[in-house]
């Protein structure tokens, strides 16, 4: 997923735009020549549109409409101080930014044993048009970093030696659910971050 990261001073606003907003058939892509104040215009327009989206400020939560009310109005105060830029996460949530760490700290672990095969399982709602999930392919890149018998990762379940196998599901309104599975002859070990909510920071 993409964000644009405005700072006005210590105040942080993440946008959500383009992917999103696009995923969700909301808003077009942007032209490739704004001005700032047009590029600003845009992604509250992007974040206005995320009918499905609750934003959480300082534990509040928020429509997608009152939260580009919000920025509009910091907008308005902060005048020409706002600037663009881009900032680059597949994922930015706690839950998932652990689970990260957790699953590079399991595969150093497990990279010896040779006789569990590992595949992981990604779960999102029917409106997601990507397959595999941006999450997915940063926990199956840090599991080949971290294994030495696995070399790409394959968006399937029949792989060869080799490769990791992500089997992508849509399913309902499943908000996010990210399965990796280690199995071998004996038993299964496995570790699961499951989305509650989609809950986007602001």
């Not at 383009?18 to 600003?40: R, W």
Request: aromatic share 10%; hydrophobic share 40%.
């Amino acid at each position: 997923m993409d964000y644009f990261l405005t700072t006005v001073k210590h105040f942080i606003i993440v946008f959500c735009a383009l992917v999103t907003c696009t995923s969700y058939g909301q808003v077009n892509k942007a032209p490739v020549s704004l001005t700032e104040p047009q590029k600003i215009e845009y992604l509250i327009k992007c974040v206005e549109g995320l009918n499905n989206a609750i934003f959480d400020r300082n534990g509040t939560l928020y429509s997608s409409q009152a939260a580009a009310s919000h920025l509009k109005m910091k907008w308005e105060k902060a005048g020409n101080t706002v600037k663009t830029g881009f900032f680059y996460a597949s994922n930015f949530s706690l839950g998932v930014n652990l689970f990260f760490e957790l699953n590079k700290k399991l595969a150093q672990l497990m990279n010896p044993f040779k006789e569990y095969s590992i595949r992981i399982n990604e779960i999102h709602h029917t409106h997601k048009l990507d397959a595999p999930s941006g999450t997915a392919i940063t926990l199956a890149e840090v599991l080949i970093m971290n294994t030495n018998h696995l070399t790409i990762w394959k968006n399937s379940e029949d792989v060869d030696a080799g490769e990791l196998p992500i089997v992508s599901y849509r399913e309902g309104e499943v908000p996010g659910t990210h399965e990796i599975i280690y199995d071998s002859d004996i038993d299964s070990l496995s570790i699961k971050q499951k989305r509650k909510a989609a809950k986007v920071l602001l």
